[in-house]
């Protein structure tokens, strides 16, 4: 079967588009710049957006299967996150149907569950409720992952930055519950949800609930670091993320940090009870976390600290 696939440049999309490939599938990959797409000879590459309508019916054309992985998750407004986010979530949705796909995947987050917090979480579950809605065409899943983290990810590198630091400084509160997915394991749920009759919403975290002093505990058990951890205070934290949308409303570029990023960031829970894909076993935490510190070290965005098993990583 042919699967269209959207997304395929980004951090779960890099991780998952080998599988797929490897697996055997016949690919068609949307891109806005195909160059950055690797050939393949099973890889059909379709240059466009979420927004060209006829990209996404060339996409979707002969496919038995979508995976819809794109999305936003920075922009320099609320209507950012709605053009891309919702707006094109729906155009894929109207390509799927046009073309007659039978089966649709798509890529949410745990934010969508508290769209109440942020302009991103906002718009994550108002893509859910347009597939709810006009998905009635196909066999559909929605998958929402709780935090990713793992090898070639940006966003999370200021903070294993900090977790390797001697003194942790994180945001967040002491008792702030969370769920973490390694990109590898849903990178698999991916490619498994594809030919799955998994339906519904499915929560996705690798069956741990982490506070930040287990975060701090994984990564001492393989590099003897952090010896301390300081949460920011809220208060002090909504500034930081207050200033940086003022920064991105004066110049039109986007902040590392933003006040609706660091409301989810506050957030008490965004924990996922169990592991919810049967099938396929999540990679325990100390051992993710050392392979994405291993990426970000030979990529020369980390330094090279002693393990405490002897090795320099």
Known sequence: MRVAVTGVTGFVGQHTLPLLLAQGWQVAALARNPAKVPGHEQLTVVQGDLDDRAALERLCSGAGAVLHIAGAISAASPEGFTRINVGGTANVIAAARATGVRRFVQVSSLAAREPGLSPYAASKAAAEAELQKQGTAFSTVILRPAAVYGEGDMATLPLIKALLSRVAVVPGTPDGKFSLI????????????????????????????????????????????????????????????????????????????SRGKMQELYHPDWSVAGWNWPGIEPRPLAEGLASAVLWYQEKGLLPRIPRIDGKIS
Do not use: E, N
Request: glycine content about 16%; hydrophobic content about 45%; some cysteine.
């Open 182 to 257: 390694h990109v590898g394991d849903l990178a698999r749920v991916c490619v498994d949800a594809v030919t799955s009759t998994r339906s519904g919403i499915v929560p996705l975290g690798d069956g741990g609930i982490y506070r930040w002093r287990d975060m701090a505990a994984a990564m001492r058990s393989v590099f003897g670091r952090p010896g301390s951890l300081f949460c920011i205070p809220r208060g002090l934290a909504m500034m930081i993320g207050s200033g940086g949308d003022a920064f991105t409303r004066l110049t039109g570029k986007q902040a590392m940090v």
